[in-house]
């Protein structure tokens, strides 16, 4: 009986030690965002209009460190950007590396932030990769771009062609439930890049439809479609609009100042209808009087370098801690 006992006893022991020294199991990695439509997305930045604006950082090349300037607002603020931007980009090495991008894009939407993707790409006269300067930095003749956008043409089919290799990466965001606030073909009322300058029906808008609807034809129904120009004083933006069908956020980009003006902020409202406005590209990072005063913008994008280029860490920590600045962890899909 007592040996008996003291079996038991021993077995309870070790049972316990056993229960004391075993490491509990990682839990699962948690997801801020789950999987999202663009539906959403849409009605958040148009929810948060004229109370609160999203910050936002873009990642420029190379591909293969698609989180780089992402990483210094956190190391200056404490803070991730409620927005992370990256680029499908144009250089051989960083086309190779475009998968980086896409796994960067699914870890931020993981962790809370929206996804933002623009595109550099290289013209349909040209290979899939090429330079900026003589690449996506050029011109191509007027009777070329009249053949990109009629359809059926050899140079047509090249720019679906162009389209198809970014199909693959998008789709793999659709399948992720990550939806993708796209920004093809942007400044198109600037002459320094292959598909701008071209105003009026069959000008730059006619292949941002091309674009559009080839690409919903591709099923990625993730996409958000934003339309962007410049803030150059030669104004008239209007006649590069491809229409409300075509457009669901509108956006500027400011270069030619370090803030929009007023008169720019009305002109892209007038335009946009009603449609969520968004500060696509800035240099300098906003500020309070800025952002009382144009209430309206639901997200801004600081360009890479830019960031500490061409602000000081006070002015980047004032920015992300103003009371109307949501940044990961703060963005509410609901």
Known sequence: MRRTRLTALCLTSLAAVAALLTVPAAAPEAQAFPAGSKQQVLNYLRAIQGSNIVSGQHNKEPASNPGQYTQQVKDVTGQYPGLWGGDLMFNAADVANRQRVIDQARTEWRNGSLVAL???????????????????????????????????????TAWKRRLDEAVPYLQQLKSAGVPVLFRPLHEMNESWNWWGNRPGANGSRKLYQITRDYLVGKGLDNLIWVWNVQDNPAGGWADYYPGDAYVDVASLDVWYKNHPSSADYNQLRTIAGGKPIALAEMGKVPTASLLNSQPNWSYFMI????????????????????????????????
């Open 118 to 156: 623009t595109w550099h790409v290289c013209p349909p006269t040209t290979g899939s990769s090429c330079a900026f300067e003589g690449g996506v930095k050029s011109k191509i003749s007027d009777t070329q771009f009249s053949q990109v956008v009629t359809d059926g043409t050899a140079l047509n």
């Open 303 to 334: 360009w890479s370098e830019q960031l500490r280029g061409s602000n000081t860490n006070a002015e980047i920590q004032s920015a992300y801690f103003l009371p109307r600045v949501l940044n990961q962890g703060e963005v509410r899909l609901g």
